[in-house]
DNA sequence: CGGGTTTGACCAGCGC
DNA sequence: GCGCTGGTCAAACCCG
């Protein structure tokens, strides 16, 4: 799975399914503005819509350099892909619908990112499953940033759980796991061997809890919706 | 002391 | 069967 962090610079990504076309529409400036859907009746209305997270940064908007971001972070727009095939062909069609309604659900496309991610992953799972059987794909979703941190402030907290030296880069991977008590979702952070510049992250799985930092920001918001809902 | 990181060991899948 | 490799575990360690 050496290319599945990009290493083979001849692969072309499918363009990441959460975010905008980056030459389209630059990505949002808060989680707070309001999408082109017109169900959200208001920004308030689409930022509690958002509460249901989605399985990577719980808020891509903020990758572009903002207070809660290390300055250094420049997002690698190109060079965002989901990973696949990582499922039997029922939860392929599952994971692209899941990807389409995400938002814009312009995936267009096998990720040719990784050709290895479903055999990868069937031996994590089988490792991780040492308990026995056979566990079911998570989604998985990785891009590239060019950032001097490996780790982006992507609103979770996460625990390293591993590093690893992998076959033919320089550069060690490290694991994650989210620190939530009921979420599993991971991510593996590992530097491009060709260029250290770039982090190329991967995210596996979905988190099932909001986002802290969203949380955080909203808090104050919600508590005086709830205020006003009473009359 | 609690939570996070480090790191060597271990395990499972794959290719030969 | 064996070696290689990636992913995970868990004890030791670190830090605020």
Redesign the pocket.
């Known amino acids: ?2 290319d ?1 962090h990009g290493d083979d610079e001849a692969h072309t990504f499918p363009r990441f399914p959460y975010f905008s076309a980056p030459s389209a529409s630059p990505p949002l400036a808060s989680p707070l503005a309001s999408s082109s859907n017109d169900q959200h009746h208001s920004p308030l209305a689409a930022a509690l819509q958002q509460l249901t997270p989605p399985p990577w940064p719980c808020s891509p908007p903020d990758l572009t350099p903002q207070p809660m971001l290390p300055a250094m972070v420049e997002l690698d727009w190109s060079s965002m892909f989901q990973m696949g095939p990582v499922a039997p062909p029922e939860q392929k069609e599952e994971q692209a619908a899941q990807a389409d309604r995400t938002q814009g659900g312009e995936n267009d496309g096998e990720a040719g990112g990784s050709g290895s991610g479903g ?12 308990s026995g059987k ?1 566990k079911v794909s998570k989604p998985r979703f990785a891009f590239q940033t060019r950032s001097e941190n490996d ?1 982006l402030d992507d609103g979770y ?13 320089s550069n060690p ?5 989210c ?1 939530h008590p009921t979420c599993n979702v ?1 991510k ?1 952070v590992q530097r491009l061997a060709k260029d250290t510049a770039i982090v190329v992250t991967t995210y ?1 799985g979905v988190h099932n809890h909001p986002c802290e930092k969203l949380m955080e920001a909203l808090g104050p918001i919600l508590k005086q919706l709830q205020f006003l809902s009473q009359f």
């Open positions: 799975m050496d599945l055999k990868d992953r069937e031996k994590a799972e089988g490792s991780a499953g040492r056979k780790i907290r996460w625990r390293k759980y591993g590093q690893k030296a992998v076959k033919n880069s991977r490290s694991y994650y796991r620190t991971k593996q596996e």
